[in-house]
């Protein structure tokens, strides 16, 4: 083959492998990034499982967008994303990790709650939790205003992860082994119920048949007890007596009536007196701890008097004593009776006197130079 034409060969292949990486470059590289149009947003999550540069963001299960960087915070991870221009993303919608059965981590954005109509917020950040805070920006439209509903260039939100399934499946798997120990467990339990039960029953056989015997007896009685009452009930006397009955319930109910309005009149005679009794105790029960203080006191004064009565009483009942013979010796009572006759009569004989003595200070005081007169020179008296 002429040298020419392998060199044209090569440089075909070569310039063809050159132009498939171009576009492999520019399909999967960064450059796609850089030409398709679009718009940054970040995300803060808690933590972010298997996502890394260029991890897929999907809405609906479509691409919109790619994660562009992931970078390690101080709450969490702040991962940012290119998401498309033609894409417009509301507020309320939820970003969210989402792990596959393979391992990958796929970043989706589901819709939330609708965004309320008078949304006031400005600032902040926005959840995409059931208990986030939606974000509103008001842009101005002449002299009204009107709440952003849709993310925007450099708007920052907050997202959730969705667990990864592998690692349910593993705590399934711890879970369902514990439930398994656990029913084993409970299996051998029952089996050893079900073993002191045989046993229980196999040592108390007589006894079981004894109380076997007796039920029989019980239900035999019951039998018979309720064919005695079948015979009463039939019995046409007994039957006459509860009609007689019935018909004289409406009296008896008429007279319970009258002495329940009896006793309605008494219970309101009884609260009256109640009310009037408590009318009487209230300022009792107000003054009650002066009451009870002078109550206590007229007691300990009513003690001495009652010992001071004891003690004149034992006085008068001693023969030896003054009291006593007063009481009891006739003579001196006879002695005392006498001394008081002859005081009565020297009270009589001394009334004159007293009556002249009176004359005499009354004279005295009203004419006192009549005195000096009479002394100098004596008349027939004052009288």
Do not use: W
Request: aromatic letters at 4%; hydrophobic letters at 45%.
């Amino acid at each position: 083959m002429d040298e020419r034409v392998m060199q044209f060969r090569v440089g075909v292949f070569v310039l063809a492998s050159l132009l498939i990486a171009a576009i492999l470059a520019i399909l999967f590289g960064e450059l796609p990034t850089m030409i398709r149009s679009g718009y940054t947003i970040h995300v803060e999550f808690p933590h972010a499982p298997g996502v890394t540069r260029d991890t897929p963001v999907r809405k609906s299960g479509i691409l919109i967008g790619r994660v562009t960087e992931v970078e390690l915070t101080d709450d969490g991870v702040l991962v940012t994303m290119r998401i498309d221009s033609h894409v417009q993303l509301r507020r309320t919608d939820i970003c969210r990790i989402r792990g596959t059965l393979l391992g990958d981590a796929v970043v989706e954005f589901v819709a939330g709650a609708p965004l309320p109509e008078t949304a006031a917020e400005e600032g902040g950040d926005f959840q995409g939790a059931a208990n986030s805070r939606p974000t509103v920006e008001r842009v101005a439209y002449g002299q009204e205003e009107e709440p952003q509903l849709y993310l925007i260039e450099g708007d920052r939100i907050r997202g959730i992860v969705v667990g990864d399934p592998l690692e349910m499946i593993v705590d399934l798997q711890v879970n369902l082994t514990e439930a398994i120990d656990a029913v084993g467990d409970t299996s051998r339990e029952v089996g050893r119920v079900v073993t002191q039960v045989g046993d229980l029953l196999a040592a108390n056989e007589p006894r079981i048949v004894r109380i076997l015997e007796q039920t029989d007896r019980s239900l035999e009685l019951i039998n018979r007890l309720a064919q005695r009452a079948d015979e009463l009930v039939t019995d046409p006397e007994l039957q006459g007596a509860l009609r007689e009955a019935i018909a004289q319930a409406p009296l008896v109910l008429s007279e319970t009536r009258d002495l329940v309005d009896r006793m309605g009149g008494a219970v309101d005679s009884l609260e009256r007196n109640l009310l009037n009794i408590e009318e009487v105790t209230a300022p009792l029960g107000q003054q009650g701890a002066a009451l009870m203080q002078r109550i206590d006191t007229s007691a300990g004064q009513l003690e001495v008097l009652l010992d001071e009565m004891i003690f004149l009483t034992e006085a008068i009942n001693d023969r030896q004593g003054t009291l006593g013979q007063l009481v009891h010796d006739r003579a001196l009572y006879d002695h005392l009776l006498g001394a008081t006759a002859n005081i009565e009569n020297l009270t009589r004989q001394l009334e004159p006197i007293v009556r002249d003595a009176r004359v005499f200070s009354d004279k005295v005081a009203r004419h006192p130079g009549s005195i000096v007169r009479d002394a100098v020179r004596p008349g027939p008296g004052i009288k």
